[in-house]
């Protein structure tokens, strides 16, 4: 399985060509697609192929969307998301962001737990989220493990630099193949809109407790269903056509 399962600006390109032969072929898939935003539409061409495209992630332009690629997740497989965000703060406060708990309560979920390896841990959610903190490496990384070999994984580093202040955050959320394999309704139903396109959210919400400016505007459903797309192709589930391999 290749690595990286996620959008990017080339496979973006590749994917907005892919739709557009699809639909001059009369898939019925892509005349779907295309219907869904232009009903009547007699011909179609890249730049609105294009357009098409960005409203699936949730964007009003293509533009838009090529702005905030850099903001998108990826599958590493079928077990393992990623997402990575930068921020133009100090590292001892996205660092106090992630490991305290208070500060963790305001963006993610409250949450219980001492700033140190093999602490336990306590999400305050539904179901109750517990373990052991696996990982606690000081303005680095901090992970917390699941019973079941799951975990979440935060991890911090300077994008110019070892003094630079802007930072970047990489939030690596990964399951066992074992959960995944088994979850009824499949790895579609495990990756649901909480677990992708919720981590968007919460960072959006991390950067506007960090930075006070107020998250982009996007329409989370439909970036999320976008992602059951790229989840699809992480699963060898796609044909390269539709997904413009």
């Known amino acids: ?5 996620g959008p990017n600006t080339d496979n973006l390109r590749k994917q907005a060509k892919a739709l557009l032969r699809s639909w001059k072929r009369g898939d019925s898939d892509a005349r779907q697609r295309v219907a869904e935003l232009f009903p009547n539409a007699s011909s179609l061409g890249l730049q609105t192929a294009q357009l098409v495209l960005a409203r699936e992630y949730g964007f009003r332009s293509w533009s838009a969307l090529l702005r905030f690629v850099p ?3 990826h599958f590493d497989d079928i077990a393992t998301f990623r997402i990575a965000r930068e921020f133009d703060v ?3 406060r996205l660092w106090d962001s992630l490991s305290n708990p208070d500060e963790v309560g305001v963006w993610l979920l ?3 737990f001492e700033r140190r390896a093999g602490a336990a841990y306590a999400f305050r959610s539904q179901p109750a989220m517990t373990g052991t903190v696996g990982e606690y490496r000081h303005l680095h990384a901090i992970r917390f493990d699941s019973a079941e070999g ?8 300077p994008v110019d630099g070892v003094r630079a202040v802007r930072m970047c955050l990489t939030v690596e959320d990964r399951m066992t193949l074992e959960s995944v394999e088994r979850f009824p309704g499949g790895i579609a139903k495990i990756w649901n809109p909480g677990v992708t396109a919720g981590w968007h959210e919460m960072l959006d919400a991390l ?3 960090l930075t006070g400016r107020p998250p982009p505007e996007i329409d989370y459903p439909r970036l999320c269903r976008f992602y059951g797309r790229v989840l699809e192709r992480a699963a ?5 056509e539709r997904d413009g391999a």
């Not at 399985?1 to 399962?5: E, K, T």
């Not at 799951?150 to 580093?157: D, L, P, S, V």
């Not at 060898?236 to 390269?240: A, F, K, M, N, V």
């Open 1 to 5: 399985m290749a690595p990286s399962h």
């Open 71 to 73: 903001r998108l997740g």
């Open 90 to 92: 100090a590292p001892e």
């Open 110 to 112: 409250p949450v219980s």
């Open 150 to 157: 799951a975990f979440w994984r935060f991890t911090m580093e």
């Open 207 to 209: 950067e506007n407790h």
């Open 236 to 240: 060898g589930e796609d044909s390269p």
